[in-house]
């Protein structure tokens, strides 16, 4: 039936469409120094990129972020080509004041969702508004199988307002599977205690299935990252990883890919154009309007 009425066709042109414009998904890496942020845009992008592409050297050290940099690359993924650009921010809370350490952060998203609006509402209109709107904020929290700063939870709060987060252990591989466990547990329920929303938000909870698809995501939340530039061998395949007393860990940057899918990323900035860019939208017609 689907067939006679031609929604399958109609998908396939979506697809087509898709695979030739491509997919633009925005990435921004937040937190405290030191905790492997530069290390993880690379980790995904060497992971990604063909190895032989240059640009790469064998043991560069990556020196310390002093602004917030854009890198993007196009990547294929299933057939659909999609340009991802990874945002990296220099590292917080190694100043003596840290009081308005979100303020530069903060600032940046908000000239993006700037930068679409004038384009919006622009008379001669690009057919394709260029989106260099954040769309998913991944907020690093140290291994310390304690607890959260007060400024990681202080920041996610304001951050929650503007952008999707996503909390991921740093450095995973310096805490044991059960260490891990333990400490996502604590910060799950210490981000509810806080209020914080991450994603997937309880707005994605259209039915039963999504729920249940959504609360697999939840229960796995934090993810734990594990950066590294180096490869190793493991069983027959070369990998990227980082050597531990218990072994090589493969950079966890591979579970985040398979946990968070396509349609997941569809989702995600989804959330940033209805509800982040709305609200920031909705604030600034309110103040030219009054
Ligand atoms: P950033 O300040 O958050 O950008 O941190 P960097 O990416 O510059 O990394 C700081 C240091 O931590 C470097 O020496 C990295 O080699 C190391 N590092 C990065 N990722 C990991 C990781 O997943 N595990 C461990 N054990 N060390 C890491
Ligand atoms: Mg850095």
Not at 38 to 43: A, M, R
Request: hydrophobic share 35%; charged share 30%; net charge neutral.
């Amino acid at each position: 039936l689907l067939g006679y009425i031609g929604i399958d066709t109609i998908i396939e042109q979506m697809r087509k469409k898709t695979m030739k414009t491509g997919f633009d998904f925005n990435i921004m890496v937040v937190g405290h120094s030191g905790l492997g942020k530069s290390t993880l845009v690379n980790t995904l992008f060497k992971s990604q990129v063909s190895r032989r592409s240059a640009g790469w050297a064998r043991d560069e050290k990556i020196p310390k972020t002093v602004e917030i940099k854009a890198v993007s690359h196009v990547i294929e993924e299933g057939g659909v080509k999609m340009k991802l650009t990874v945002v990296d921010t220099p590292g917080f809370g190694d100043q003596i004041n840290n009081d308005n350490c979100w303020e530069p952060i903060s600032k940046y998203i908000n000239e993006q969702y700037e930068k679409f609006l004038k384009e919006e509402v622009n008379i001669t209109r690009k057919k394709r508004i260029p989106d260099t709107r954040v769309h998913c904020c991944l907020y690093f929290i140290s291994p310390t199988g304690h607890s959260l700063r007060q400024l990681d939870t202080e920041f996610m709060k304001r951050l929650s307002h503007s952008v999707n987060i996503i909390p991921v252990i740093a450095k995973a591989d310096t805490l044991t599977i059960e260490e891990r466990q333990e400490f996502k547990q604590r910060v799950r329920k210490e981000l509810e205690m806080s209020g914080i929303e991450f994603y997937p938000q309880k707005e994605f909870d259209d039915d039963m299935e999504d729920k249940s698809d959504n609360d697999k995501i939840r229960e796995a939340m934090p993810f734990a990252v594990v950066g590294s530039d180096k490869e190793y061998q493991v069983n027959g395949k070369r990998v990227l990883g980082r050597k531990t007393a218990w072994g090589i860990v493969e950079g966890e940057s591979n579970a985040l890919h398979e946990r968070v899918s396509l349609s997941h990323l569809q989702d995600l900035k989804e959330v940033t154009h209805n509800i982040h860019y709305e609200t920031y939208r909705a604030k600034r017609l309110n103040e030219n309007g009054g």
